[in-house]
């Protein structure tokens, strides 16, 4: 599921890219609705460049940067004083806290993320324990990276 990444059957009938559980779907629209029209668009032959919207909300308007550690454009939420607090506010803000994305960049591992055995061994080292395996796959599914 994109909302809770609990398996999912039911895809988004829109852009038919996003799966759903039955209590996701609800929640998840008013989150999805953007992108599912950006989806829409680019599935009927429409060039949108990537540039032009958050790829992460779908907004096609305001301040937008390229993040670290993939280089995609998203909603600069920074600017806007959303650095600080715990609010999940901005879509820049989320990327970089709370994704296997931006922290293998930041650590400056190289290669591939998903492959990546420094990332694997990071909590238990630092930390004095490892990562379930349920934190590990939200960590790499939740709705702040990228699809």
Not at 38 to 55: K, L, V
Not at 70 to 77: D, Q
């Amino acid at each position: 599921c994109a909302i809770c990444a609990y398996p999912a059957t039911s895809r988004c009938s829109g852009c038919t890219r996003v799966f759903y559980c039955s209590q996701g779907a609800s929640f998840g629209w008013e989150n999805h609705k953007r992108l599912c029209k950006i989806y829409q668009r680019q599935r009927a032959g429409e060039s949108i460049p990537a540039d032009t919207y958050c790829g992460l909300c779908g907004k096609t308007g305001g301040r937008f940067m390229k993040t670290r550690c993939c280089n995609r454009t998203i909603c600069n939420g920074y600017e806007d004083g959303w650095a600080m607090g715990y609010s999940h506010g901005s879509c820049a803000r989320n990327h970089d806290r709370y994704t296997r994305c931006s922290w293998h960049a930041d650590s400056e591992h190289g290669g591939d993320m998903l492959s990546c055995e420094a990332c694997d061994n990071h909590c238990e080292a630092s930390h004095s324990y490892s990562l379930d395996a349920e934190m590990a796959a939200w960590y790499m599914t939740n709705n702040f990276n990228f699809r």
